[in-house]
């Protein structure tokens, strides 16, 4: 991790926010997570592995603690319902990412503990917190800044998945925000909508970002909205925003939070 003054990241590229009560926050910048999928990483005292799947647009955050142990995750290769499938190097257990949840191996069953964090443009962050501090560039020769997926924004093709298209009409790559089993589509956020209060939870459009499965570079791709989730006290919540075609999937008997 290096000082925010320090990054070279172009303003309007997607990061991985994390602020704890107390901490420094942290900013994942998805140049980088795209093509590594995991970070294994501490806060102070407290480990926990930031993930992102880019076929599923899904960007969560796990405790890494459990069962009396520090859990160790690598990518194991092998997809789900075109989900990246995860593995911890203490058990050898596989968890899927989208739900937290391991589904093969000694853990199976045990769901892990997630974090709240969002994802919003670089310039945000550091606008926010000029103390903060951002994932340094990994020495792996990769072009970092670069999107392999290009086109996956706006293509009609689910790769490696044949399930079922999400109900009510939805797109199944458009962003649906998921927080437990509840999905609010991102097109809600329309025009002057800036905000929406539902069942004990408010989403607040805080402002945009670059796509990272759009254009070859990721700074000059499409700009999409950067949302924040919070309970009725304010607090952040644990939420993620991911494509509607994963959140079908994965909460086939979801509730879709539509407009009224």
Known sequence: MIAVAEANIP???????????????????????TWHEIVNDYVGDIPFTVTFCPLCNSAIVFDRRGHGQVLDFGVTGQLRNSDMMKYDRQTFTWWQQAVGQGIVGELTGVELT??????????????????????????YSR????????GYDSSTRRFLFNGEFPPHGIGPLAR????????WPLSRFSGDVREIKEDGITLTWEGEQAS????????????????????????????????????????PDGVWMLEK
């Open 11 to 33: 303003a309007s590229e997607p990061v991985i926010t994390l602020e704890l009560a107390g901490r420094i926050p942290r900013a994942y910048p998805l140049r980088y997570i």
């Open 114 to 139: 997630v974090f709240p964090i969002w994802m919003e443009s670089f310039a945000d962050f550091q606008a926010r917190n000029s103390a903060g501090t951002v994932m340094d560039e990994p020495k």
């Open 143 to 150: 072009p970092y800044g670069n999107n392999p997926y290009r």
């Open 176 to 183: 649906v925000l998921r927080v437990g089993d509840r999905a």
């Open 212 to 251: 990272a499965l759009d254009q070859t570079s990721i700074a000059t791709s499409r700009k999409i909205a950067a949302i924040r989730t919070r309970d009725n006290a304010g607090n952040d919540i644990a939420h993620d925003v991911m494509s509607a075609f994963a959140f079908h999937a994965f909460c």
